[in-house]
């Protein structure tokens, strides 16, 4: 429970001198004047032509919040309870990998700075760091592992193994990259990072991908790091055999048909991401927040419906809490955080982040998370 007090969110941020970037496009270039043209393209970029990246977030503003008054908000819950665990708020870090092209610290920055605002993390396969280094810098905060199928299934159980020994609370299954997407900026740039190297962390630490290797030098481990990643057989059948190395709660991230989210139930997942991958893979593809409300309603209530995809700022997430999502994933602006400031460049992002979020929902006129999915929103 929090107490908004008369205007101090807003006025926390107002007093010294220090001038910092705040919104996404201030933070994006703040990034793109610290980094290569390389690591910054592939972070900005997305697949084709990118109409799916620029829907994702314009599509927001076709969503109208119809706020309620007099309802005495000084006193805010945001608590969620997802798979039997209780957040102090819905918001996620989305898992993104290849955190040390952003800024050398990478992951771990970024996995401190969550656990400072309380926000679960959810590590991504390709990371820079491994499952142990990072559960070892964040000891006792919640974690999540989103596994990349690989086509050596036996990587994969070991991986989730380890990140359930390592004390994560559950596994992310993406469903959506089964092979890279069609992204023109890092041919212009030739520019791959797990070619050059990067991502290792969770590879070059596991027991059963280092005894595959043809030999164990640096190429051997790239070459079989992109032979692995890229997957197109997965099925569902490859998801009950998942069910059978952990004992973990799975969620399928990167779900935009209400089928799917149907099937997920019936196979007996345990959650669902929405998601296009923030546009990264097939251009063309639904603005998440327009699959969201369908999802939400087939869904009914049975699974939890995280979101991501083209969130910017706190009122966005506001806008996909009450279009029913039960938790909000940020991707990039963290990432602008990373790589303009390191650890306090996400800790500035996550706490505005989620003063933003916060003061939007009281405005709102909602009092929990509860009254807010309750709340009119109007489609244009
Ligand atoms: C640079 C970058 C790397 C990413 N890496 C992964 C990853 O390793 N695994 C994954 O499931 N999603 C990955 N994603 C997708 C994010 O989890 C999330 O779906 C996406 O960032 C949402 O879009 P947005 O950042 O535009 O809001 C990545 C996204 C970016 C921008």
Redesign the pocket.
């Known amino acids: 429970m929090s107490t908004i007090k008369n205007n101090d969110l807003l006025l926390d941020n107002i007093g010294s001198n220090e001038k910092y970037p705040i919104n996404f496009s201030e933070l994006e270039q703040a990034a793109k004047e610290k980094l290569e043209a390389g690591p910054f393209g ?2 900005r970029s997305s697949a084709g032509g990118e109409e799916t ?1 620029r829907k ?1 977030s314009n599509s927001f503003e076709k969503y109208s919040i119809v706020p309620r008054f007099l309802t005495d908000v000084s006193a805010l819950n945001t608590e969620v309870t997802i798979l039997g665990r209780t957040y102090p708020h819905p918001l996620f870090i ?5 955190n040390k092209i952003a800024h050398e610290d990478g992951e771990i920055a970024v996995a401190k700075a969550a656990a400072k605002f309380n926000y679960p993390y959810i590590q ?3 990371s820079s760091y491994s499952i142990e280094e990072i559960a070892e810098a964040t000891e006792g905060s919640s974690k999540w592992f ?1 596994l ?1 199928w690989s086509q050596n299934k036996e990587i994969s159980f070991s991986m989730i193994q380890r990140a359930e020994a390592a004390g994560y609370e559950a596994i ?1 299954l ?1 469903v959506d ?1 089964v092979m890279l997407g069609w992204r023109e900026e890092d041919v212009r740039n030739q520019f791959s990072p797990l070619k050059r190297g990067f991502g290792q962390g969770n590879y070059a630490s596991d027991p059963v991908f280092m005894a595959a290797l043809p030999d164990q030098s640096k190429d051997a481990i790239i070459d079989s790091m992109i032979e692995n990643i890229y997957h197109p057989t997965l099925n569902w059948n490859n998801i009950e055999e998942l069910r059978e190395y952990t004992s973990l709660p799975i969620l399928l ?1 990167g779900i935009l048909h209400p089928e799917d989210a149907k099937l997920a139930i019936e196979k007996g997942l345990d959650g669902i991401i929405v ?1 296009n ?4 893979q097939l251009d063309g593809v639904i603005a998440s927040i327009d699959a969201l409300p369908e999802i939400v309603e087939i869904v009914n209530g049975k699974i939890p419906v995280l979101f ?4 910017r700022r706190g009122s966005d997430a506001v806008k996909a809490l009450a279009l029913g999502a039960t938790a909000v ?1 940020i ?2 602006p963290f ?1 602008w955080g990373l790589a303009s400031g390191g650890q306090a460049g996400v800790e500035r992002v996550l706490e505005n982040f989620l003063q933003e979020t916060n003061v939007s929902i009281s405005l709102s006129g909602a009092r929990n998370l509860e009254e807010l999915r309750k709340l009119k929103i109007v489609r244009s």
């Open positions: 592939y972070i990246y994702n989305a898992p993104v990998g290849v991504s396969t390709v989103q990349y992310v993406t990259t991230k998601s991958h923030g546009g990264r991501d995809s083209g969130v994933c991707g990039r990432i």
